[in-house]
Structure formats: C-alpha cells, structure tokens
T-cell receptor, first 114, second 115 residues
Framework: EADIYQTPRYLVIGTGKKITLECSQTMGHDKMYWYQQDPGMELHLIHYSYGVNSTEKGDLSSESTVSRIRTEHFPLTLESARPSHTSQYLC?????????????FGQGTRLTVV | AQSVAQPEDQVNVAEGNPLTVKCTYS??????LFWYVQYPNRGLQFLLKYITGDNLVKGSYGFEAEFNKSQTSFHLKKPSALVSDSALYFC?????????????FGKGTTLSVSS
C-alpha cells in the first residue's frame, strides 16, 4: 500500500456547506493531484501541484480550490457544496523531475451532497 | 493534446482464458504509458508502465502490456485470467502541457472474470 491518505473516506453533507477534503503523503513527493471520478467511473484531473505554493487547474473545470502550504499536504476545498459536486475524489502523488514516474493514489473520498 | 482511448466499456472472460484490455493513445513525441487497476471502494493501483525499449512490458499480478507504435496501442494482457482479476482497469498517458506534466486517464474498462 502507498503512503498516501485521504480523509474522510465517506462524507454526506448538506447543500451550501463548506467542506475540505484532506490528502497527505509521507513519500516526500513534490507532485500531487486531485482527480474527480464520476458515476461512469471516468477519471478527470481537476487540480495538480508541483510543490509548495504551486497549484494548477486540470482539464476538468471545477469549483473547488486547492492549496499547497506543505509538501505532504494537498487539501481540496468546496466553499459551498452543491448536489452536482457529488462524486468520488481521488488524490495522488508522484516524484518530480521525470515524466515517466508512476502516481500513487489514496483510497478516495466519496462525497454526497444532499 | 495527449489522450488515451479505451474502446471497450466491459470485457468478459472465463477463468483460465487469456484476457486483453485495449488501449490506444495519441501523443506528440515519445509516449509514457501506464496501466492502473481499481478494485471496488479503493484507489488506483499501479500495474505497469512503458517508457522505452522492449515493447512487451511485464507488471504486477502476472499482467503484461504490449506497446505497438505503428498501431498506437498499449493493450493489457494476461495469459490466464483469475476471478480475482475482476476490477476496473485504466490506461493513462503522461501528458505534457505548458504547466508541466500530469497523468491523463482513459475512461476505464470493467473486466469481469467468471468462474
């Protein structure tokens, strides 16, 4: 098992609430990613980071925001959750400096907004 | 833009039979290709990758993948399927953009192995 952790595993929350999904890794990886996995199981890149204070938007537009204040920590925040945000969110990390490095994934957070 | 395509939503095989999960890619330059597996309620696990060299790449759990440059394919294979291989399989490419690189995934193929 990879040393990357996501909390919570499952979250049910009401519309309009602010939420933060946590992701931490202990591998010292500079690159970190957030993917959204829809009910059809397709994975979409929504955010990534190359290191502290680096954040980039992915291919799928998302209302969420991310921050990277520490190397090991890459939280994702939704200021006002909506039912359309219901999905599974997967965090991943990989080494910087090489394009062929595999990514290690956390177990995911399944978010349901009611 | 770099992309991968998995043409089959589902692949069904009987236990003991060979399996193939298809993937085609579109990249500029040299491709870095990956296969991942996802079991229910779990994150993705790395299976294997192609960087350069031998076109047949061996990975975890007896899986292998064949890189074919002329057909722009990277099909996942296993000589003898197990029921425990039933899972969701993703092909991915390392995509280069103005901000750097990230893994871009195909839409996934569900493999179902029957006993």
């Amino acid at each position: 098992e990879a040393d990357i952790y996501q909390t919570p595993r499952y979250l049910v929350i009401g519309t309009g609430k602010k939420i933060t999904l946590e992701c931490s890794q202990t591998m010292g990886h500079d690159k970190m990613y957030w993917y959204q996995q829809d009910p059809g199981m397709e994975l979409h890149l929504i955010h990534y980071s190359y290191g502290v204070n680096s954040t980039e938007k992915g291919d799928l537009s998302s209302e969420s925001t991310v921050s990277r204040i520490r190397t090991e920590h890459f939280p994702l925040t939704l200021e006002s959750a909506r039912p359309s945000h219901t999905s599974q969110y997967l965090c991943a990390s990989s080494e910087l400096g090489t394009d062929d490095a595999e990514a290690f994934f956390g177990q995911g957070t399944r978010l349901t907004v009611v | 833009a770099q992309s991968v395509a998995q043409p089959e939503d589902q692949v069904n095989v009987a236990e003991g039979n060979p399996l193939t999960v298809k993937c085609t890619y579109s990249v500029s330059g040299n491709p870095y290709l990956f296969w991942y597996v996802q079991y229910p309620n779990r994150g993705l696990q790395f299976l294997l990758k192609y960087i350069t060299g031998d076109n047949l790449v061996k990975g975890s759990y007896g899986f292998e993948a064949e890189f074919n440059k002329s057909q722009t394919s990277f099909h996942l294979k296993k000589p003898s399927a197990l029921v425990s291989d039933s899972a969701l399989y993703f092909c991915a490419v390392s995509s280069v953009n103005q901000a750097g690189t990230a893994l871009i995934f195909g839409k996934g193929t569900t493999l179902s192995v029957s006993s």
